[in-house]
């Protein structure tokens, strides 16, 4: 019996794809696989699907692309994929000329820019690469002012208002894009994004600064960690799970300076604005000196927090979190919770 197809067997099949001579047959496997209940996860079905019209649209079998795309589109009902492969789905209708269909799909797709941090980028690229750089310019301005209307609308720190961050984070960056594409001066928001670009992904307090901030903002540790192991544990788990994605996190070390502008007034106008941090230089080596600045080494001190979830703080609701002020540069990735990340292709 065949062998079940995991999330990254697929993805190795789509690069594959895109190599191939003749990519039908990888085509048909991928048909074969959904077909047979070969998936490791049911839910990949609709990915699979796509792949495979993906195969066939570079073979110039477009009738038999636009089929399987729509059958990706059905197979992926309900699944984090979902709104992904509509939008490709769409680009390939567009593609084909077939401009009501695609821009109907594209529409009925629209208001989700607004509400999920995740749709910018394909419903944006579906625009762009069928020559409508300047209706996505449009359409991200618009969804823009309406996710930072309920930014501003939900209490600091609660899970609606960093979601609402979230998506706000998202459209800047790809609005950006687009519109130095278009040779459009950079406005406001287009400095943001390269704000965001510049922030780290997470911020690392030593044990002293953890021990000064926690005492001046107890609601911290609802983010940050109830106490200093916590918060090692929090950054390690971050790190190992980045890690085994393939992908590597900016960490800052905080400063003084750093700690010092969290602890200010944000609305003096002496408000200090610090530097960034050094980065944090990982994984050290299993007997090097761990990373935390602990002294001990990294095998019997940071390590095992990650792969134990030690002390890992969490996410427990809070009725009034307290604010916690930050520069520019970090305010965003400080009150960003633990967690999966978003399913990327």
Not at 242 to 250: I, K, M, Q, R
Not at 265 to 278: C, I, Q
Request: some cysteine; proline content about 9%.
């Amino acid at each position: 019996m065949a062998p079940q197809l995991t999330s990254d067997d697929l993805d190795g099949l789509g690069e594959e794809v895109q190599a191939a001579r003749d990519p039908r047959p990888l085509a048909r496997d991928l048909v074969d696989a959904v077909e047979g209940g070969r998936l490791a996860d049911p839910d990949d079905a609709g990915y699979a699907l796509s792949l495979a019209a993906e195969a066939h649209e570079l073979a110039g079998d477009h009738d038999e692309a636009l089929d399987l795309s729509a059958r990706a589109v059905t197979a992926s009902a309900g699944t984090i994929d979902a709104h992904w492969l509509r939008a490709v789905h769409a680009e390939r209708l567009l593609r084909r000329g077939r401009e009501d269909e695609g821009m109907a799909t594209l529409t009925s797709l629209r208001p989700l820019l607004h509400r999920d941090a995740t749709a910018a980028v394909p419903i944006v690229e579906a625009l762009t690469e069928n020559g409508r750089a300047e209706l996505a310019e449009q359409w991200l301005t618009a969804a823009l002012a309406t996710a930072m209307e309920h930014e501003e609308r939900h209490t600091e720190g609660s899970d609606e208002q960093l979601d609402a961050a979230d998506v706000v984070d998202g459209l800047v960056t790809v609005r950006r894009d687009v519109r130095a594409d278009l040779g459009l001066a950079p406005d406001e928001y287009d400095a943001l994004a390269d704000e965001l670009d510049a922030a780290p992904d997470l911020v690392f307090f030593p044990e002293a600064p953890f021990a000064r901030l926690l005492a001046a903002q107890p609601a911290v540790a609802d983010e940050l960690g109830r106490d200093w192991d916590a918060h090692r544990a929090l950054i390690e788990g971050e790190l190992q799970a980045a890690d085994a994605e393939g992908e590597v996190l900016d960490v800052e070390v905080a400063t003084p300076a750093l700690l010092t502008a969290m602890l200010a007034d944000p609305d003096s106008p002496d408000a200090p604005d610090p530097e960034p941090g050094p980065r944090l230089a990982w994984p050290p080596g299993r007997n090097d000196p761990c990373w935390c600045g602990s002294g001990a080494k990294y095998k019997k001190c940071c390590l095992p927090r990650g792969r134990d979830g030690h002390e890992a703080p969490t996410a427990a609701p809070v009725a009034e979190p307290t604010p916690v002020p930050a520069p520019a540069s970090s305010e965003r990735v400080l009150s960003r919770r633990p967690g999966g990340r978003p399913r990327a292709r």
